[in-house]
């Protein structure tokens, strides 16, 4: 796609930044680091950053509202389906349209300008999605092996300090991935893209906000014809496009191979963003889950080695070799880039230094300061030992090395989600079980909290990068936008921990048909097997992990061997992350990456100018209308479990 050229500047209506004036260079820069980082601050920042109000006090409270009631609407879909919405798009357009409406009543008399509403999408992520994101599987499999609730100060305090952990993890991690290496964090790229089409003016972004809008409406009618028929009459349930591909599912696939996964089932949203995440991952997802669910788990089941049929069961097998691809191949992508990584954390010794860090490097003084990491760090892993150790009696080195090890773990999570838009959370949580299977055998409490200590902190980075990509583009204050990912921890914490003890009061509901809890039993079964140590692992998961870890190490060492050929390989994140979901995700995502490089290929001006606003609608539309279907069928039973009824 052809970098885009700045238009003639034009007039701005009264209150709003004209988004037509200010390029999104979604394919970045070239050159070296700093000629990088000096292109976006010349051609982004100036004149954006600069200038527009962004870390407002009611840019907070907005998000900390949004935030806080679609982290109830998470942690219930999480309990149900082990699923969750990333929120930020959903808050940038329900922010915005809010504070219209609220301008138009008298309640503001001002808009937000759109660096305001960046932040505020900001802070709405982290207290929606990011924060407490381990209560539907790590707490929920504790109260299913213990029958019982941690008291709710330690709770509390285990959600907020995982989450202060996460955030500040991923400070050196900001300029390698979005600065350096410019991953494309497709959430985070879709965010900037909607932000832009709501702000922008003239022909051009007329005809961007049109797309956006039609695709939202598209994708919401979509999603209410396939599962909102029902909350209108049951007599319509019948005609819902889920019984229809239930039905063609049914006839084309048969029993056998739906068990596996494989059969087709229509969510846009998962098209949208394999256009956004292009063609190379959404290929390479495809290959990965039909080697694994049409060749691997027919040849395990056929053998006798797998025994289930759904895929709950069989994930269990498939996810040793996809998790052991990703983490040898993020580790070893990341190491490799160790000039990087030295001159990154480098920056530590401007801090004693007389001059200021601007004098050498303008982006010293607007990027988040490296003595956040380490007094967010040092001050997060104290916290965590001492509760680890009143807790579950884990011993002070064993909660020390777990954090180590979720750092090198979050630092895979962040760099998978930049390539898929997708955080592999739960398999990053397998990791640190089946190390603490080794390192403590038999105690499943302090299996399952130092698995949560990885996953937690993990998300936690992973949605504070996507955030911080969106702000990338859009010419933001990194250093302002981390402080209101920050703000919106409180909110999240508080909100998801008391929902959470509302919903779960004990340990019979989870398990149930109202809260199946699929993620929770995942995480609960893991410990089980593992409470024997390592040699409770079956053979054939030995060497799916030998075997995951080699094709990862060597499709990374290619890609950097044979630079040329390397759009032709497959990328090793997506391949290992086909490996822990159902085989029609990998289609979905193939098929919009497919139709993206066509229409790239046929007509380049049209899928510029289409592309990305389509597919962030796509996205948006969805991603609310689900949101909008939750609240219609599970919010008067969500009202009485919260009144005690």
Same mark, same amino acid.
């Given at each position: ?10 007039? #701005? ?84 349209? #809010? ?6 009543? /008298? ?13 505020? +999408? ?59 290496? +410019? ?35 598209? @994708? @919401? ?39 596996? $996964? ?84 480098? #920056? ?55 954090? @180590?090890? $979720? ?25 640190? +079980? ?5 390192? #403590? ?57 008391? @929902? ?13 048909? +109202? ?76 098929? /919009? ?53």
């Amino acid at each position: 796609m052809a970098q885009p050229q700045p238009p003639t500047p034009g007039a #701005s209506a009264p209150g709003h930044d004209n988004a037509a004036d200010h390029p999104i260079f979604v394919d970045g820069f070239q050159g070296t680091p700093a000629e990088i980082e000096r292109q976006w601050y010349e051609k982004v920042y100036l004149g954006r950053g600069d200038r527009m109000p962004q870390l407002t006090l009611r840019a907070v409270l907005m998000g900390t509202v949004l935030g806080g009631i679609l982290s109830l609407t998470n942690l219930y879909i999480g309990l149900k389906a082990g699923w969750g919405f990333g929120v930020a798009i959903t808050a940038c357009i329900v922010s915005y349209t #809010s504070w219209n409406i609220f301008r138009k009543i /008298g309640l503001a008399r001002t808009p937000m300008s759109i660096l305001e509403n960046n932040c505020m +999408q900001s802070t709405a992520s982290a207290a929606g999605y990011s924060t407490g994101s381990t209560l539907v599987s790590a707490f929920a499999a504790y109260v299913m092996i213990n029958h019982q609730q941690l008291p709710l100060g330690q709770m509390l305090a285990w959600v907020f300090i995982l989450a202060v952990l996460g955030v500040t993890m991923a400070i050196p991690m900001k300029r390698q991935m979005i600065n350096t290496e +410019q991953l494309r964090f497709p959430t985070g790229i879709a965010a900037a893209v909607t932000l832009r089409t709501l702000y922008s003016e003239g022909a051009k972004a007329a005809r961007s906000a049109r797309a956006l809008t039609l695709g939202g409406i598209a @994708a @919401a009618a979509s999603q209410f014809w396939m599962d909102g028929l029902h909350l209108v009459s049951a007599k319509l349930a019948p005609y819902s496009l889920s019984v229809f591909f239930a039905k063609f599912n049914a006839a084309t696939f048969g029993p056998t191979w739906m068990g596996r $996964t494989v059969f087709f089932q229509w969510d846009p949203i998962f098209i949208a963003g394999g256009a956004l995440m292009g063609l190379r991952a959404g290929a390479s997802m495809l290959l990965g889950g039909t080697l694994c669910w049409g060749v691997f788990v027919p040849l395990m089941q056929a053998n006798g080695t797998i025994t289930g049929t759904g895929f709950r069961e069989v994930v269990q097998w498939t996810l040793w070799g996809g998790v052991s691809c990703m983490v040898s191949s993020s580790l070893l992508a990341f190491f490799m880039q160790w000039r990087t990584i030295v001159a990154a954390l480098g #920056s530590m010794r401007k801090m004693f230094g007389r001059q200021p860090a601007a004098a050498t490097n303008p982006l010293d003084a607007i990027e988040t300061p490296m003595s956040w990491f380490f007094v967010g760090q040092g001050l997060a892993l104290i916290a965590v030992c001492w509760l680890g150790k009143v807790s579950f009696g884990m011993p002070v080195w064993q909660s020390a090395l777990a954090v @180590a090890i $979720t750092f090198l773990l979050a630092l895979v999570a962040c760099r998978v989600t930049g390539e898929t838009d997708t955080t592999p959370v739960g398999a990053m949580g397998k990791v640190t +079980q089946l190390l603490f299977g080794a390192i #403590s055998p038999g105690n499943l409490n302090i299996n399952l909290m130092s698995a949560n200590i990885t996953a937690s902190a993990a998300s936690s980075s992973a949605d504070l990068l996507t955030d911080l990509k969106s702000g990338y583009l859009l010419g933001a204050n990194p250093r302002k936008q981390f402080l209101a990912q920050f703000a919106g921890i409180f909110m999240g914490t508080i909100a998801t921990v008391l @929902a959470f003890r509302v919903l779960v009061p004990n340990a019979e509901v989870l398990g149930s048909d +109202q809260f199946p809890a699929p993620a929770a039993q995942s995480w609960r079964a893991v410990a089980m097997a593992l409470s024997q140590g390592l040699e409770a692992l079956q053979p054939v998961k030995v060497w799916s992990i030998g075997i995951g870890g080699a094709v990862g190490i060597i499709l990374t060492l290619l890609a950097k061997w044979c630079p040329r050929q390397q759009a032709w390989m497959p990328s090793a994140a997506a391949l290992g992350l086909s490996w822990t979901f159902h085989w029609y995700y990998g289609l979905l995502f193939c098929l /919009g990456a497919v139709i993206g490089r066509v229409l790239e290929k046929k007509n380049p001006a049209l899928s510029e100018a289409y592309t990305w606003p389509v597919a962030s609608g796509v996205i948006a539309g969805g991603s609310l209308m689900g949101v909008l279907l939750v609240f219609w069928e599970n919010g008067p039973e969500m009202l009485r479990q919260f009144l005690g009824g």
